[in-house]
């Protein structure tokens, strides 16, 4: 199988952890190296108080670095190392820049986020499908 | 409708609108304002006694808070850089704006001075999150950036108790706490909250709430604001408060769940959409009003001190929010501007959020990678700045 380098999508929510264990399957059968990458989403924008973006950035950093340490866990206990990127931005923009960036042979996400924002501006899947530089695959 | 009924419809209203800013991803202050908006002119509500006394609170809590999260170490490094473009970035756009409204849209005297202060603020809060988004935050062009926000707020606040004041003979025991308060709090407050602390039921804020009800009462009765004290009064505290975080996470905990929705719901409510819908020429003049100054003024300096991003500096220093919806709810409480002239001001702070901020992130992004954040960046800060 092609798949060298596998980026997976994580955010957490339970169609990204079904998409983490597809990428760890395709990782064990391809001896593929894995990458997790975690986005960070945009903090409350026009905010009021300096209070509201302070504690959204630190459940931010706490939620993504539990999500970090979970991962790595369940990586391991397949028998694979994972290196989890954990970064902030804007998703689809960013996982189709580290995915060229990184050149990788094959990005794996989730078919949706936590967020309705995930979907008010056509799904970040969706949006990663067309920008990415290698295959995609959407897990349902 | 009741004051219960009216109570019930707001507080489903704060509710709605909090899982709307988590889903949408926008702050919840600008969602209860444009929810206090909607509720306010499709059911015609008045706004009770209650809700006014709740909101002026809550702006003064907001004030007390604006000064607290200053990172006053900091600013003593960049002041000599961030005075000049503070100064301007309020300057500027009072001046003009007040001139405007006075002699081209014919306000009287004190309209036009709310007007001008109400639209010279910049927003610390929406400034703070683009700069930790973009990482300039650690930058030292963040950290100026900061800095030159809270000259303008200083002197938001500073105006806006000083150009309005009408002095009483309650002015000496106002300015009396108002000073001793300054000195002394940041002094009692490590016994007290070491001996009263940590507790369910919370002395620390009740101190707090004690002090700001205090001074709201003697501003009031001194026919003056109690905004500048409380600021300061925030900003003196402001060292504590970085040290001993979790009070100020309480602090927050009570006033986002409870205060500050009622202030912002409050300003919403209070604009009219027919008046603004009927203004739109005199929103666009207000508009530029605000920008063009700040544009004009600041982005001079801002080659020189915060280059090369000179466009990003003037655009984040030409946003507005929490102050602007301060002054303009103290203009329209204290009976100086009508509703329709609030509505119009409202409107262009909220526009002042928006439009600089998004035009900012959409083309003038700067693209710093977090190794040439470190290396720009001062000296670590010893307090707030450190977890910010």
Known sequence: ?140 | MSDIAIAALLVATILIASTISIEIGLSVALIELLAGVIVGNTFDLRVPSWLTFIGSFAGVLLTFQAGAEVDVPQFRREWKASVSIGFVSFFAPFAVVGLLARYGLGWNRRESEIGGLALSTTSLAVVYAVLVETGLNRALVGKRLMSATFVTDIATVAGLTVLFVKPTLWIVPFVVVSLALIVGLPKTSPWFFGRYGNRVIEPEIKLVFAVLCLLLWLGGRANSQAVLPAFILGLVMSDHYARHRIEQERLRVVAFAFLTPFFFLKGGMSVSAGALWANLGILAILFAGKMVPKFAGVYPLARRYTAPHATFTTLLMSTGLTFGTITSLYGLNAGIIDRTKFSLLIAVVVLSAIVPTAIAQRFFRPHVELEDAASLAAPATAQAGASR
């Open chain 1, 1 to 140: 199988m092609p798949f060298d380098k596998i980026l997976v999508a994580i955010d957490g929510s339970e169609c990204s952890n079904r998409a983490f264990a597809k990428a760890l399957d395709l990782a064990t059968l391809a001896n593929a190296r894995i990458t997790a990458l975690a986005v960070e989403g945009p903090l409350p924008a026009y905010a009021a108080t300096v209070g509201e973006v302070d504690e959204v950035k630190r459940e931010k950093d706490l939620f993504f670095s539990a999500l970090a340490s979970r991962v790595r866990q369940e990586a391991k206990q397949r028998g694979l190392e994972v290196d989890v990127d954990v970064r902030p931005g804007h998703a689809a923009e960013l996982i189709s820049q580290v995915a060229t960036e990184g050149r990788y042979d094959l990005v794996v996400l989730g078919h949706r986020g936590h967020f309705l924002r995930d979907h008010l501006l056509g799904s970040t899947a969706d949006r990663v499908a067309e920008h990415a530089p290698c295959p995609v695959m959407i897990v349902r």
